[in-house]
């Protein structure tokens, strides 16, 4: 059986353009511990190429991201 993901905390950045999804997730990340899981939800189209250098960059991980209905969410482990 699959476990679930436990979600450690959301930031919610639909409506909000680069580079702020970015930015709101960077603080969101400086409160957490190494290994827990942040969602973020996203609307910017390029959110998923900012995402993905973000993770390169900061080496965090993106563990996933999905677009349901121009929403896009993103799972980021916390190094």
């Given at each position: 059986m699959e476990q679930a993901l436990s979600i450690d905390r959301e930031v919610d950045a639909?409506?909000?353009n680069c580079p702020l999804p970015i930015l709101r997730t960077k603080k969101a990340l400086n409160d957490m511990k190494s290994g827990q899981v942040l969602r973020i939800l996203a609307t910017?189209?390029?959110a998923l190429r900012d995402f993905q250098a973000f993770a390169k960059q900061t080496g965090n991980e993106l563990m996933q991201h999905v677009e349901h209905d121009g929403?896009?969410?993103f799972l980021v482990r916390r190094r």
């Open positions: 639909r409506g909000l910017d189209p390029s929403v896009f969410s």
